[in-house]
């Protein structure tokens, strides 16, 4: 592992502990080594940038990649991981990491019961790899920290899509360098689609929209400010706060908080309804009114708005709680509309009887010069199995927050999905609902009860915080399903 890699994936995790608890002033001067106010390592605010006003700029859709060979029951696609010049701020010329040169990837829209084979050739100058986030897949193909593209080299990944439909990403998972790899732009959208879904008659084609939610800090020459803490430039598919002219009809909109640290707390309008019909592993049982979503860092959901309920020539605000205002929809046109938001959308399973249960806890050594992070009490050693469990069986974990107040985590498991119980012995939040791949786990939080059930697969996969500088820093465990 290089040097590089080794002190920039340590050094982000102080940074991303203060985005995510916004410590004070006496907590940041007794960090330990030394890193507080005016500590370059660790700047409070990126250097001065033109950011646009609001609502200036279009928001783009990522292009969608088509297959270079369709075959039966197989589709092959290759992208390139290569560092371009992207164009973020209006004007302003960016040097970012990609997937296919595009600071948000292409979208891979696959088919569930069909085999997407994925090349990824690695053109940066240091190793990287592909978690298909969300994805059931060998774990061969997962991954794992220290399975990584050499530059110049390529790794054809298998995604079975066995799955039901959901929305899905893709992103950089390479030990030490993932909250770097994904701040600099190795992100994009993966979408299984299924017959039964499309059966519904949700909106579909050009009205299902994919919108990645995420944050950035910009030096003054325009480079993505990975050393300062303070994120304060929202983006919506790459641009900032931008604008997007829908028709007055039913869209459904797949959100997904790509921020390595930010909590997405949103509502729409003026108290405006947004009907929640999925969430990280795919539909619900059940659409769900909801007037306030909150997206975690990795979290999903999938909801349909309906703008016919809008006069044309309406501006409709999608806000977040800390931040203002995320993007705004210009009701432009008039549309025929054939959707429809069914009452029943996909049951959910009875959960089987669990044969064990395991306490995950999740914090930091605060004692050593540089924050060193840890689940159960240890960090993060490839060659070490924290977690045996065997294939097809179910379990409960309890998911635990060990640190002090003001820092928050979220908990993502890789090979499959979960469902959640209950938060210290209270019902599951809304945005818990349906199957997750990862959840919110705030200061506090001592015992969120999860019942998971383990694919027939086996080989190692990973569990950790997705607020990416924590885990980059050593808060993740390896699971082998036997």
Not at 319 to 342: E, I, K, M
Request: charged share 20%; aromatic share 8%; proline share 9%.
């Amino acid at each position: 592992m290089s040097n590089r890699r080794t002190v920039l994936g340590l050094g982000a995790v102080a940074g991303g502990m203060l985005v995510t608890a916004k410590l004070s002033t006496e907590l940041l001067e007794r960090w330990p080594g030394g890193a507080r106010p005016g500590d370059p390592r660790f700047r409070p605010a990126a250097a001065a940038v033109d950011v646009p006003p609001p609502f200036t700029v279009p928001m783009p859709v990522p292009k969608e990649l088509r297959p270079v060979i369709a075959s039966a029951g197989v589709d092959v696609f290759r992208v390139d991981m290569t560092p371009a010049t992207v164009e973020i701020l209006p004007g302003v010329r960016t040097p970012a990491l990609t997937f296919g040169g595009q600071f948000v990837g292409p979208t891979i829209r696959a088919r569930a019961g069909r085999t997407a084979l994925v090349q990824f050739t690695n053109r940066i100058d240091m190793e990287a790899n592909v978690h298909l986030h969300g994805g059931h897949v060998p774990a061969s193909s997962d991954g794992f920290p220290t399975d990584v593209i050499a530059p110049g080299r390529s790794r054809t990944y298998t995604y079975p899509n066995t799955q039901p439909g959901a929305t899905l990403w893709y992103h950089d998972h390479a030990h030490g360098m993932e909250a770097e790899d994904v701040y600099r732009g190795l992100h994009g959208f993966y979408l299984i689609d299924d017959d039964a879904e499309r059966g519904l008659q949700l909106p579909q084609g050009e009205y299902d929209v994919p919108i990645m939610l995420r944050d950035a800090a910009f030096a003054a020459d325009g480079t993505l400010d990975f050393a300062s803490f303070a994120r304060p430039v929202v983006l919506a598919n790459g641009r900032p706060q931008p604008y997007f002219k829908v028709a007055a009809r039913k869209y459904r909109l797949r959100l997904l908080n790509a921020a390595n640290t930010r909590v997405f707390t949103l509502t729409l309008g003026e108290g405006a309804t947004m009907t929640q019909v999925g969430s990280d592993g795919g539909l619900l049982p059940a659409p769900v009114p909801r007037t306030e979503l909150t997206l975690a860092s990795a979290e999903r959901q999938d909801v349909i708005v309906d703008f016919s309920k809008f006069p044309l020539g309406s501006q409709v605000v999608l806000r977040d709680a800390t931040s203002g205002p995320v993007l705004r929809f210009d009701v432009v046109r008039r549309a025929a509309d054939a959707s429809r938001v069914p009452a029943a959308l996909r049951p959910l399973p009875p959960i089987p009887a669990a044969t064990a249960e395991r306490d995950v806890t999740m914090s930091f050594d605060l004692s050593r010069p540089m924050p060193v992070g840890m689940l159960n009490g240890h960090a993060f050693d490839a060659n070490r199995v924290d977690i045996a469990v065997r294939r097809g069986s179910t379990e409960i974990w309890r998911i635990g927050n060990g640190d002090p107040p003001g820092f928050d985590h979220t908990f993502h498991m890789h090979a499959t999905h979960f469902r959640v119980l209950d938060r210290d012995g209270k019902a599951p939040t809304p945005d818990d609902a349906g199957w997750k791949d990862t959840i919110y786990v705030p200061a506090g939080a001592r015992n969120i009860r999860v019942a998971v059930t383990f694919p027939q697969t086996t080989g190692k996969y990973v569990y950790h915080c997705h607020f990416l500088e924590h885990s980059a820093a050593g808060m993740m465990g390896v699971m082998e399903i036997q």
